[in-house]
């Protein structure tokens, strides 16, 4: 119904249409399961009135979540302790997360399956100030995508071991640091922290001067430019402190 919460242990395969109640949440529990929704289709209502349903993953062990590339959540909160392994209708698709992505302090890592380069995109259609609240585990995609356009957003403190950390507003929009950020992949391959403007002549900004925060990364990308005969450009600031 609208208003219910729905929670469900074990394997799910979605051969159909599963609707998310748009008043309450969806739990997947239990140990080593799998949500399968790639042969039907997930979605989610928002309203009217808006609604801000938070799809969890509360399981144990190695649990494989499978998705349509391109499929949309709205709040995706990771709260149990064991690992998540993204898997999307193709290796290198993405899922968007509209609201809010949570991994909570005990969760266990969240990534890419082998061979895999998923891509992680946070819209912020609800205009938060927080679209990624990190306090555990690890992440490890191809590339998370911070897309919104609300001031001084805020990009939390951690380990990162993804591909790339992009920052990519569609609006001149700043953003900054909740504590010191290292992106590291262990010798996996670079991990890259880029930050410029998604459309032509917008600029991202990155500010860690206020609080004093640090920047660690295997490398740094400012805006960039449309490439020859292009005449767009996407412009990215750093303003710093004591970033190293």
Not at 106 to 111: E, I, Q
Not at 157 to 172: F, R
Not at 185 to 204: D, M, P, S, T, Y
Request: aromatic share 10%; hydrophobic share 30%.
């Amino acid at each position: 119904t609208d208003a219910s919460n729905v929670e469900i242990g074990g394997n799910v395969d979605i051969n159909g249409i599963y609707s998310q109640p748009n008043s309450g949440n969806t739990t997947i529990t239990g140990a080593n399961t799998e949500w399968d929704s790639i042969g039907g289709n997930y979605y989610y209502d928002e309203g009217p009135p808006t609604k801000t349903p938070t799809f969890i993953l509360n399981t144990t062990g190695t649990s494989n979540f499978k998705v349509n590339t391109d499929e949309s959540f709205y709040n995706l909160r990771h709260q149990g302790t064991g690992n998540i392994v993204l898997d999307t209708s193709t290796a290198d698709g993405g899922i968007n997360i509209n609201g809010v992505f949570t991994k909570d302090a005990l969760s266990g890592d969240f990534g890419d399956g082998v061979g895999d380069n998923h891509s992680i995109y946070l819209n912020n259609t609800g205009a938060t100030t927080t679209p990624f609240v990190f306090t555990g585990g690890t992440v490890s995609f191809n590339r998370l995508m911070f897309k919104g356009n609300t001031a001084n957003t805020v990009i939390p403190a951690g380990t990162y071991a993804t591909g790339d950390v992009t920052i990519e507003p569609s609006a001149d929009t700043t953003f900054v640091l909740g504590g010191n950020v290292t992106f590291d992949q262990g010798g996996a391959g670079n991990c890259e922290l880029k930050v410029f403007g998604g459309v032509n002549n917008i600029r991202a900004t990155l500010n860690t001067t206020a609080a004093n925060f640090s920047i660690d990364c295997d490398a740094l990308e400012l805006g960039y430019a449309g490439g020859a005969g292009v005449a767009d450009d996407y412009w990215g600031t750093l303003k710093c402190n004591n970033s190293t």
